[in-house]
């Protein structure tokens, strides 16, 4: 495939349909014919000898060869980017579109508070931030950067571990003076106590409660009547003094320093839960993505 002004202009194009979700929108941002959009996508695809897109009247997503080849070329195209935007300014510039996808947890605790101070050091930088549950389709849903909580499933994108944090079992003093204390993990299953469970978004299905010492892992089965998915939710319940639960360290800190809730089963302290930054290519990341990178990092303890 001979590699001229056209093929370059062609994966822009892919990049920008990506990004924007649609050929129009991609044509609006630059400045292109819709007709313009859909003609270089298709000697694109006739270059490359693959179908990149699969389109509907409602929708157009990327297909698996098509994913495969923008996973490869968005972190060059943004490195050109980096280099064009640092040429004469012997630094490199963070800018242009960011998009990230953001544990809801994470957004809520460490983001939120502590964005505008990092947009205003970034004054160049467009940052499209979505929080939800899931990972999903990563590439296929555009976005340079995920950091998210827990284990990385296997696939094709680079995880860097960027922390673990410890997993504690808590309630409010409150609860422990009405139900007692747990000693040692089987308590947990006495019908004395009641338990509040939350659900693993990639299973679908509650988390065990696991209680980890010297490299032995004790799982019980605590009674619950109910399992949530909501962070917020779940603290709630526990400052009400409605029972136990499994939470980690980096959520509660504030609530154990103020006394409101109370860590139990303290002999039990090695289970871990993992922060992740993962990216679809292990090009050297641009320079918007190290820029929040470290931004993220900087709000770690």
Not at 202 to 215: I, K, L, N, S
């Amino acid at each position: 495939m001979a590699f001229d002004e056209k093929t370059v202009n062609g994966m822009r194009v892919l990049a920008a349909i990506v990004d924007s979700g649609s050929f129009v929108r991609a044509g609006e941002a630059l400045t292109m014919s819709q007709s313009g959009v859909s003609r270089a996508v298709a000697r694109l695809e006739a270059r490359l000898n693959i179908r990149l897109f699969d389109r509907t009247t409602r929708k157009v997503s990327l297909t698996d060869e098509g994913r495969r080849f923008y996973a490869q070329i968005n972190p060059l195209l943004a490195g050109l980017e980096d280099a064009v935007a640092s040429a004469g300014e012997g630094a490199v510039v963070v800018r242009g579109r960011l998009r990230v996808n953001v544990d809801p947890l994470l957004a809520r605790l460490l983001l939120g508070p502590r964005l505008g101070a990092f947009l205003k050091q970034y004054p160049q930088l467009e940052l499209d931030l979505t929080v939800r549950d899931q990972l999903g389709d990563m590439v296929g849903d555009g976005f340079d950067l995920a950091v998210r909580l827990g284990h990385p499933q296997t696939s094709s994108l680079i995880a860097r571990k960027l922390m673990d944090t410890r997993v504690l079992t808590v309630a409010t003093p409150a609860y422990l003076r009405k139900h007692g204390t747990p000693n040692k993990p089987a308590d947990l299953e006495s019908p004395d106590h009641v338990c509040i469970h939350f659900r693993n978004p990639v299973t679908g299905r509650p988390f065990d409660w696991e209680f980890h010492r010297g490299g032995k892992v004790t799982i019980v089965h605590p009674r619950g009547q109910v399992t949530l998915n909501d962070p917020g939710t779940m603290e709630r319940m526990l400052l009400s003094g409605y029972g136990l639960a499994q939470v980690i360290d980096l959520a509660v800190q504030p609530l154990l320093r103020s006394g409101a809730l109370t860590p139990v089963l303290t002999a039990w302290p090695d289970e871990r839960f993992p922060l992740y930054a993962l990216y679809p290519s292990r090009q050297h990341p641009p320079a918007k993505t190290q820029a929040f990178l470290a931004f993220v990092q900087s709000l770690l303890p």
